[in-house]
T-cell receptor, first 112, second 115 residues
Framework: EAGVAQSPRYKIIEKRQSVAFWCNPI?????LYWYQQILGQGPKLLIQ????????DSQLPKDRFSAERLKGVDSTLKIQPAKLEDLAVYLC??????????FGPGTRLTVL | DAKTTQPNSMESNEEEPVHLPCNHS???????IHWYRQLPSQGPEYVIH???SNVNNRMASLAIAEDRKSSTLILHRATLRDAAVYYC????????????????FGKGTHLIIQP
């Protein structure tokens, strides 16, 4: 079974630029999560989707971050404009409605 | 979510058992104890979970204290590939309401395995 796919794996941008990350969850997984992991810390949930609807976006900085999952499969997370503090690994995870969340390898964002 | 406390780091020798502790004194009756681990440059991966009874799977064992205020993840025979950050997470049955069931990670325990 293929795992959660994310791209790109690495991205370098300058502050105030925009960036987008893509996630393809495991086939059939209705629930999709985006997490932000700052160096030295555990991942922090940004947003949770159930199919194409948002379940929880309470920790998403909505002034600059947005996410969508239009067809209930793939998802994109966008930062516009980026700040130096957005330097982090952005992780996507999916869940079939069981216990286990399956994580992708993440996208490492560097902001100069 | 209730908070967990773990040591920042632990060191063990290869092929020896490893006991990773976690304190969760404010755990509620419906909180499950989950363990995930994160290998270098990878996303976290599920290890094991339990509610009250001790649990075993192919990766590890989970020992839960009778009062449920602490638990221990046991790796029976550590290998170099077990070097990772291990996270102890409490997760309520059914999530936090409205279907929201994102995981709340702490800083975890950085496990170092010596050859």
């Amino acid at each position: 079974e293929a795992g959660v796919a994310q791209s790109p794996r690495y991205k370098i941008i300058e502050k105030r630029q925009s960036v987008a990350f893509w996630c393809n969850p495991i086939s059939g997984h209705a629930t999709l999560y985006w997490y932000q992991q700052i160096l030295g810390q555990g991942p922090k949930l940004l947003i949770q989707f159930q199919n194409n609807g948002v379940v929880d976006d309470s920790q998403l900085p909505k002034d600059r971050f947005s996410a969508e999952r239009l067809k209930g499969v793939d998802s994109t997370l966008k930062i516009q404009p980026a700040k130096l503090e957005d330097l982090a690994v952005y992780l996507c995870a999916s869940n079939l409605a069981g216990v286990e969340q399956f994580f992708g390898p993440g996208t490492r964002l560097t902001v100069l | 979510d209730a908070k967990t406390t773990q040591p920042n780091s632990m060191e063990s020798n290869e092929e020896e058992p490893v006991h990773l502790p976690c304190n969760h004194s404010t755990i509620s009756g419906t909180d499950y104890i989950h363990w995930y681990r994160q290998l270098p440059s990878q996303g976290p991966e599920y290890v094991i979970h339990g509610l009250t009874s001790n649990v075993n799977n192919r990766m590890a064992s989970l020992a839960i204290a009778e009062d449920r205020k602490s638990s221990t993840l046991i790796l029976h025979r550590a290998t170099l590939r077990d070097a990772a950050v291990y996270y102890c997470i409490l997760r309520a049955l059914g999530g936090s309401g409205g279907g929201a069931d994102g995981l709340t990670f702490g800083k975890g325990t950085h496990l170092i395995i010596q050859p």
